[in-house]
Nanobody, 116 residues
Framework: QVQLVESGGGLVQPGGSLRLSCAAS????????MAWYRQAPGKQRESVAS???????NYADSVKGRFTVTRDNIREKVYLQMNSLKPEDTAVYYC??????????WGQGTQVTVSS
């Protein structure tokens, strides 16, 4: 019954922007650390951005200054605003929700392709 559902992926030109959304259900959303991961073909899954229950954020060096992660605890959603997109940002992006070592949930992923 626990669900994380991503949306907002698609095809965008280099330098463009996208905003990814992740809608949560059946979790105590406000106590979870929410994060975005991505995985490109043939590469390891990597952490992109995270936001804790007290709104502390972390970013991968490769996206710092270009991506912004936010959360809306009332609507139980987390967002990833992606600006100045580069071809190397092309990947499947996954939403993750984690509460200590008790619970760890993943969305189905959404494809982001940056190409001219």
């Amino acid at each position: 019954q626990v669900q994380l559902v991503e949306s907002g992926g698609g095809l965008v030109q280099p330098g463009g922007s996208l905003r990814l959304s992740c809608a949560a259900s059946e979790i105590n959303f406000n106590i979870y650390t929410m994060a975005w991961y991505r995985q490109a073909p043939g590469k390891q899954r990597e952490s992109v951005a995270s936001i804790s229950s007290d709104f502390r954020t972390n970013y991968a060096d490769s996206v710092k200054g270009r991506f912004t992660v936010t959360r809306d605890n009332i609507r139980e959603k987390v967002y990833l605003q992606m600006n100045s997109l580069k071809p190397e940002d092309t990947a499947v992006y996954y939403c993750n929700g984690k509460y200590r070592d008790v619970a760890d949930y993943w969305g189905q992923g959404t494809q982001v392709t940056v190409s001219s």
